[in-house]
Nanobody, 124 residues
Framework: QVPLVESGGGLVQAGGSLRLSCAAS????????MGWFRQAPGKEREFVAA????????DYADSVKGRFTISRDNAKNTLYLQMNSLKPEDTAIYYC?????????????????WGQGTQVTVSS
């Protein structure tokens, strides 16, 4: 088990910024590739960003590329998502997830562990 706890969500105006955090407890997070996903009401869960277990390689959905930055601090067992230039269409519940192994996936079904989610609301 890898309990994950997200924090940092909230309400922000369009153009603003938020930083999400995901704290992992138990086994060291450096053994896992990590990802961020989001789900808006009435929509399917979608890939946002992911990072290799050692943090060396990252990947982003086209919709957030250039605005969001994923990073991790394995010494603190914490994953981050810096979100800048937020848009109303970024409104969703954001989830962090962990996948055993080095490499990440864009498919949410490949992730074994999930946080409870944190709400991000961007007003226009």
């Amino acid at each position: 088990q890898v309990p994950l706890v997200e924090s940092g969500g909230g309400l922000v105006q369009a153009g603003g910024s938020l930083r999400l955090s995901c704290a992992a407890s138990g086994r060291t997070s450096s053994s896992y590739a990590m990802g961020w996903f989001r789900q808006a009401p009435g929509k399917e869960r979608e890939f946002v960003a992911a990072i290799k277990s050692n943090g060396g390689i990252t990947d982003y959905a086209d919709s957030v590329k250039g605005r969001f930055t994923i990073s991790r601090d394995n010494a603190k067992n914490t994953l981050y998502l810096q979100m800048n230039s937020l848009k109303p269409e970024d409104t969703a519940i954001y989830y962090c997830a962990a996948a055993s192994g080095i490499y990440y996936f864009r498919n949410w079904s490949q992730y074994s562990y999930w946080g409870q989610g944190t709400q991000v609301t961007v007003s226009s």
